[in-house]
């Protein structure tokens, strides 16, 4: 094989570990009629079992970015492979909350940590030239956004035809599939692009550096409001439009073409990444934002309104994720690529973990999640705000 087919086979494999692993978690939300209806579990304790998700999904990251760049991406992800298959076998066994707080909560969120971005992009980092960075990131993320267009539908099928037993014991075959691509996910010095590697740079000396950059931090408050958005749709979503009394066809088909027009999405402002400022790109990104969910607000719910809200946050959905990995690489190089944009990670899935759990909350007691869309507006607006003159130049280590 060839050093370019090497590569490509990298990439390749990279983006086919996205898409299950990022297909099969964003749709967890369908499950929930079939938790509340035939368990003693609420929606809100669903929600809190996904919360914990986010949360173990976040709070592993820079352990696990730090591992992947010490040992090797190859490693960490067929262990978390098997996590996974752990998890959503255990949750087969379930009949209470905590079962499902410790299954779906704990083990898949921390199986998460170790088959998506930080160790996927990571690995692809290195065998892609500057240059194209931030467009190849577009592609995966695009990639994992069409997980979710396949595995909406794959799930809402096996919920119709099988019990919900079998529905995880299928799933489970999907996540086993990761751990056989890991494997061959693994380059060495001689694979690498060895011109993105600054003669200057360590992994401890962009951590340290990391700790007083101010645009880093920003980029941490601007991922923690994306994580919030993602999570809470992701989550509610579904149940939202069925409440307000669409069908189930219809919530699907909405929740799909989330997934689906991030496809393009994702790949328009990776693209655009490589040829203007990320930065300004995010401010635009999280500004679209405030504008789709103050309309979700103000215009009456109906199948019109819900397939263009599906298609519209879509086209935003997870655009952020190329430009922001791409900034931390920008600023901070690939040594600590990993490490850094687990950190990064980890304020998204803070902001996921509160989304899920509190929209949950706040249904329970109030029967509308009104306030929580309203927060969405909000906290988008702040997250363009942020981006606002942030530092976003490459450190010196020479002068660091």
């Known amino acids: 094989m060839t050093l370019k087919q090497h590569r490509n086979m990298i990439i390749i494999l990279g983006i086919l570990i996205l898409v299950i692993s990022m297909g099969l978690r964003q749709s967890f939300g369908l499950f929930i009629p079939s938790f ?29 970015g730090y591992l992947s760049d010490k040992y090797g991406n190859d490693k960490v992800l067929i262990i ?91 799933l489970c075959i999907f996540a086993l599939a990761m751990g056989i691509f890991g494997y061959f996910l693994k380059s060495d010095d001689s694979q690498t692009i060895s011109s993105n590697i600054d003669e200057e740079e360590s992994l401890s000396k962009a951590l340290h550096c990391s700790k007083t950059h101010k645009g880093y931090w920003r980029l941490n408050i601007g991922f923690f409001v994306c994580g919030f958005h993602v999570a809470f749709i992701m989550t509610h979503f579904p149940t939202y439009l069925q409440d307000g009394g669409l069908t189930s066809s ?69 655009a952020t994720v190329p430009l922001t ?35 949950g909350l706040v249904y329970e007691f109030t029967g509308s999640y009104d306030i929580i869309w309203w927060c969405c507006v909000a906290l988008s607006i702040l997250a363009a705000a942020v981006h606002i003159g942030m530092d976003d130049k490459k450190i010196d280590y020479k002068k660091a």
Request: net charge positive.
């Open 325 to 359: 990995s791409g900034l931390v690489a920008q600023i901070f190089g690939l040594k600590a690529l990993a490490t850094l944009y687990g950190i990064v990670f980890l304020s998204h899935q803070v902001g996921s973990f509160i989304g899920a759990w509190v929209g």
């Open 36 to 64: 509340t209806t035939n368990f003693d579990i609420t929606r809100a304790d669903f929600g809190l079992a996904l919360a914990i998700q986010h949360l173990l999904f976040g709070l592993a990251q820079p352990f696990i």
């Open 80 to 170: 978390g492979s098997i996590f996974y298959t752990l998890g959503l076998y255990l949750i087969t066994t379930v009949t209470t909350a905590f079962g499902l707080h410790l299954s779906l909560g704990f083990l898949v969120g921390l199986a998460l940590s170790a088959t998506t971005y930080v160790v996927v992009l990571g690995a692809i980092a290195k065998v892609v030239a500057p240059q194209k960075r931030s467009t190849v990131f577009g592609i995966a993320t695009a990639a994992a956004s069409f997980g979710m267009f396949i595995f909406i539908p794959i799930t809402d099928s096996l919920l119709t035809h099988f019990e919900l037993h079998t529905s995880f014991y299928i």
């Open 250 to 318: 219809v919530a699907t088909l909405a929740f799909s073409l989330i997934g689906l027009l991030n496809i393009f999405g994702s790949f328009l402002f990776g693209t655009l990444g490589d040829k203007f400022e990320k930065r300004k790109l995010l401010i635009i990104l999280y500004s679209l934002r405030a504008v789709i969910f103050a309309l979700m607000l103000i215009l009456p719910l109906t199948s019109f309104t819900a397939i263009a809200f599906g298609a519209a946050i879509g086209f935003v959905w997870l």
